[in-house]
T-cell receptor, first 114, second 110 residues
Framework: ETGVTQSPTHLIKTRGQQVTLRCSSQ?????VSWYQQALGQGPQFIFQ???????GRGNFPPRFSGLQFPNYSSELNVNALELDDSALYLC?????????????FGPGTRLLVL | DAKTTQPPSMDCAEGRAANLPCNHS???????VYWYRQIHSQGPQYIIH???NNETNEMASLIITEDRKSSTLILPHATLRDTAVYYC???????????FGKGTSLLVTP
């Protein structure tokens, strides 16, 4: 158990809808990263939030957006859902301090877009 | 970040040591080697990381060659619960993303 929680565990949406996924970070951590994992693939980095600001972004379109709150929890928002957005969405929390940062993952939210 | 190469699959008998290799021939001096594993449908689990020295924790040992171009993750006494996909990731100090490749699917058999 990493102490990172995600909600909901499963979600079904239809194409064109919007979705919000939530992540609570491990106590003492100040950074949250989000990843998308399609079936049979490794996780792909979406973005990272540090102190409520986006700290880095992978190759994902702007309809993927996020927030980090003062308590370091985070949301991932996806607008205009497409069928290819069906995936396991993972969040990872970490303590960004000094020159090392180890990310600890939550259990994920499985999103199905019909 | 440097790319890594891992065998797609490996088998190991329960109770034996599992040695998972990883090549990272383009690694640079400030890049760490991280290992994660993912049991089916769960989030990735951090195992261990290192820069140049060998590392050991309660889960595994990490052996990095002197030229740092390859490494081996060792699970000393594999159990059925170690069946998972194991990812070797090279990451710089300034990097924020973990670049997962395809990993090695380890099957531990009775």
């Amino acid at each position: 158990e990493t102490g990172v929680t995600q909600s909901p565990t499963h979600l079904i949406k239809t194409r064109g809808q919007q979705v919000t996924l939530r992540c609570s970070s491990q106590s003492g951590h100040n950074t949250v990263s989000w990843y998308q994992q399609a079936l049979g693939q490794g996780p792909q980095f979406i973005f990272q939030y540090y102190r409520e600001e986006e700290n880095g972004r992978g190759n994902f379109p702007p309809r993927f957006s996020g927030l980090q709150f003062p308590n370091y929890s985070s949301e991932l928002n996806v607008n205009a859902l497409e069928l290819d957005d069906s995936a396991l969405y993972l969040c990872a929390s970490s303590l960004l301090a000094g020159n090392q940062e180890t990310q600890y993952f939550g259990p994920g939210t499985r999103l199905l877009v019909l | 970040d440097a790319k890594t190469t891992q065998p797609p699959s490996m088998d190991c008998a329960e109770g034996r040591a599992a040695n998972l290799p990883c090549n990272h021939s383009t690694i640079s001096g400030n890049e760490y080697v991280y290992w994660y594993r993912q049991i089916h449908s769960q989030g990735p689990q951090y195992i261990i990381h290192g820069l140049k020295n060998n590392e050991t924790n309660e889960m595994a040992s990490l052996i990095i060659t002197e030229d740092r171009k390859s490494s081996t993750l060792i699970l000393p006494h594999a159990t059925l619960r170690d069946t998972a996909v194991y990812y070797c990731i090279v990451r710089s100090l300034s990097g924020y993303a973990l670049n997962f490749g395809k990993g090695t699917s380890l099957l531990v058999t009775p």
